[in-house]
Structures are given as C-alpha cells and as structure tokens.
C-alpha cells in the first residue's frame, strides 16, 4: 500500500472540515430521512441515529482532533544493531484494509474513517440500513475531500449489501482485508465471526457492573450509580448491573433509598432473590441468562454479594469485559478489585461512562476492544498500526 505524506493526509482532513461544515443542513437533512423510517421503540438505537448540529460540531471537533496528533504511521518502536553487524529496526505500519461493520450512529462514518485515512489505511464503511441516506452523504463528503487533493475515493468506500451479501463478501471478499471491527450488539459479532476469514477485532458488548462495597460513601455511590446508568442509556458504557456489600451498614435503607431515587428518574429495577425481600415490589429475576444481557435501556439489576471476591467472580462471569467500577475508600481494596476484574477499563469511585476515547485522552476513537489482542479499550489514531522489521545487512548469512 502506497504510504501517503503526513501533510497530504491532513490537508485532506481539512478540505473535509470545511465541507462538512458547508453541507451540515443537507446532512441534517438526510438524516431526518433516516429518523422519520425509524421505529422509535428502540429508544436507544435512535438516539445513536440522530444527526444534529451539536453532533456535526462534534464531527467536526473529531477531525480537528485526529488531525493535530502525530502521524502513527513510520514511528520506531525499537532499533538495535546485533554483535553479527545486523541493523534491526521494528517501525509502526499500516494495517492495509480495514473493514468496520457497524449499527446506526452516522458519527462512526466520520470517527473511523478520520481515524483509519491518518493511519493510512484503506478502510471499507458498512453501515446499517436505519442510516443509509445519512451515510451516502457523508461518504460523498469524503470523496470530495479526497479528490480535491488528488486521492482516490477508494481510501473510504462505503458499501451498499444487503445481510447475505455480507455474508458472502465476508467469506469471499472481493478484496484483500486484513482486519475487521464489528461495532454493535451480539448478534452482529457473532455474524461476523463466523463469517469472516481474516483477523476480526471485537468491539464487545457493554453489560457493565458496579460493585458497592462494604465500607463505600453511600451518597458518592448513588452519584455515580445515577450517572452511569442514565447519562446516556445508548453507551456501550452505560451501567447494568449493581452489586451491594450486604455487610454495609443500614443495608435495607439504604437500597430503598436507592430504589427511590432511580423510580425517581425513571428507571426500570430488576433484583436478585436476595433484594427481592426488601423490595417486594420490583421485578424478581428468574432467567440467569439475564446476568449477561446488556440492556441499552432505562433498566437496571440490583443484586446483593457476600464480600468483595463474590463480586469479582461474579463480574469476570457474567460481564461484557468492558467496563466494571467499585465504590469504596479503602486503596488496597480498590487496587485487589482493579486487579482482578478482567475487563478493558475498570473504575475506583467514578463512572463507566468515562470509557469513551476522547474522555481517556485518546481523541477520537474507532471502537472499544474488548478484545486482548492488539489492544483493548479504545481504538485510537495509534492503535490503527501494526509493526514492521527493518532489517540492514552487508551481504550476512546465517550459519547455524
């Protein structure tokens, strides 16, 4: 793959600042499309849906962003010169094609492709049919950056394929891929896991827990319980399910203040056996396979557990491997849980609504890796490089 100059690249970024702030009305405007052929009852996948002026200025700020951060692409990582006279030299490079398949959110249009192009990458966009007139302008916004600076509308392709025949480009594709990023529910990896013959990276399901231990601040807790579950109910980062230390004191009261307060801002509330005796009237949970539901939704589990190593196996069980905090003010006890909570980002007294790219000082993000390999957490400008070995001899052979 051809490598392109830093400079080209970003004076492509800038031609498509400019155009999509020239176009946002019309881009609005296609959206509205979008919204108006959308069920709304999922309310959660619509709001992932909308396209308005904060979000273009959001659009915008994300280009600006990934923009002004250093080239990943052609950095060394490492550079030895060996007793045998060899010159090793390991240096960042292009993955080459990705492909992102991802649900809603006209956002990721921009966020992966901005991401991918500065990297170098080629990058394929299949988006769901729920934003396909926002997605059309907004690949014709890119093709227009792109070709104003002498580029191939090729670097950003969006495609247009119905679910078999994503199926079928995913077992034959009709080009070289080497990487794959499904961005959406489990339904969705697991379609392209099975279907894909190239590396995939999975950007996981939320199904976040919060555990209150023992001795936590009982009003820093509710702060962040609140929060996490109702900022924003769409995030991959939003919470679902709260375990409480039955040995923490006025144990009853104070889940009854927590029912309240969550009735309060409209939140559904499913318990276990145990919670169920001091809320009677909530919703008691008979199925198990809901310890492992993401809800995307203003519904949240309170559970109760023994201690805090109840808590971590409970979590490394039945969680998505996003996102798990802990309220507590004892140090030690936050580091054990911080420790052996296997998941991509875990918490001390804030909440999972920080695992998001620009809010952990990453910038603009393509998905968040619940995978182990190459990274995990959020896919920034520097995760979208692999490595590569530059070696220098003078006519060296190998021996033995």
């Known amino acids: 793959m051809k490598l392109l100059d830093k400079n080209i690249k970003n004076k492509v970024l800038d031609s498509m600042i400019t155009i999509i702030d020239k176009e ?9 499309k979008d919204l108006d052929a959308f069920d709304k009852e999922d309310q959660a996948l619509y709001d992932r849906l909308v396209v308005d ?25 490492s550079d030895l010169t060996l007793d045998s006279g060899l010159k090793v030299t390991n240096k960042t490079a292009p993955f080459g094609t990705i492909l992102i398949i991802y649900e809603s959110r006209p956002d990721v249009t921009i966020e992966a492709a901005v991401l991918a192009f500065k990297a170098n990458n080629k990058i394929l966009l299949k988006g769901g049919k729920e934003a396909v007139n926002s997605n059309i302008i907004l690949e014709k916004c890119w093709h227009q950056a792109l070709e104003e600076n002498g580029l191939s509308k090729d670097w950003i392709k969006l495609l247009h394929l119905k679910r078999e025949e994503t199926q079928d480009f995913l077992k034959n594709p ?17 379609f392209v896991k099975d279907n894909a013959t190239c590396a995939v990276l999975i950007s996981g399901r939320g199904n976040n827990f919060l555990y209150v231990a023992e001795d936590a601040d009982w009003l820093k807790a509710v702060k962040v319980i609140v929060n996490a579950k109702t900022d924003k109910i769409s995030g991959c980062n939003a919470l679902d399910k709260v375990l409480i230390d039955k040995n923490i004191p006025e144990y009853e009261k104070k889940i009854q203040e927590l029912e309240t307060m969550l009735h309060k801002l409209g939140v559904d509330i499913l318990v276990d056996e145990n919670v169920s005796e001091i809320l009677p009237n909530e919703t008691q949970v008979k199925d198990n396979n809901i310890w492992y539901e993401e809800f995307l939704a203003m519904k949240i589990m309170l559970a109760e557990v023994n201690n805090e190593d109840n808590a971590i196996d409970m979590i490394n069980k039945y969680s998505g491997g996003h996102s798990a905090a802990i309220i507590t003010e004892d140090k030690e006890l936050a580091k054990k849980f911080m420790q052996q909570v296997d998941s991509a980002a875990v918490y001390h007294n804030a909440s999972t609504r920080f695992t998001d ?17 190459h990274h995990r957490g959020p896919l920034g400008l520097k995760q979208l490089v692999t490595n590569k070995y530059y070696v220098f001899g003078d006519g060296h052979i190998r021996t033995s």
């Open 357 to 373: 790219g620009g809010q952990m000082g990453v910038g603009a993000e393509l998905a968040i890796s619940t995978d182990k390999l």
């Open 24 to 32: 946002r009305h019309q881009i609005i405007a296609e959206n509205k």
């Open 53 to 77: 002026n904060a979000k273009v200025d959001g659009m915008i700020k994300a280009i600006q962003e990934v923009r002004d951060q250093e080239d990943p692409v052609g950095q060394t990582i």
């Open 174 to 190: 009709s080009e070289k891929i080497d990487l794959i990023v499904p961005r959406g529910g489990e339904r969705l990896i697991k």
